[in-house]
């Protein structure tokens, strides 16, 4: 089995993006804007907290999918590169995510 990534997820979207609204979710949601979309974020997050909390790991698997897609369809509605994400990811990696929080002030 060929491994799926989060590029290649964002790949697809891409396409999909550009397709009609009414044979494509991804541009209905982009169409409906940022705030739809992070709505949708939000209560996928919600559904995956709530399998976690439940120890229902099939769902929470199920929810989890949903939460990368949706993330994904928001940053694509705000214009923010995945890469983008990857890369601030990349630089936290430097140092340990205490020590991170901590600069923060938080």
């Known amino acids: 089995m060929s491994e799926f990534t989060l590029d290649m997820l964002d790949a697809a979207l891409a396409e999909r993006a ?3 609204p009414s ?3 991804t541009r209905k949601l982009l169409d409906a804007g940022p705030e739809k979309c992070a709505q949708k974020l939000g209560e996928e997050a919600v559904e995956a907290a709530i399998a976690a909390a439940m120890n229902d790991r099939a769902n929470l698997v199920y929810e989890a ?6 993330l994904l369809v928001l940053l694509r509605s705000r214009d923010v590169a995945l890469a983008e994400v990857m890369a601030e990811l990349q630089s936290r990696t430097a140092r340990s995510g ?9």
């Not at 999918?65 to 949706?70: G, M």
């Open 18 to 20: 550009k397709a009609d």
């Open 23 to 25: 044979e494509s979710y």
């Open 65 to 70: 999918a949903d939460v990368l897609y949706h």
């Open 98 to 106: 205490i020590a991170e929080k901590a600069s923060r002030g938080a």
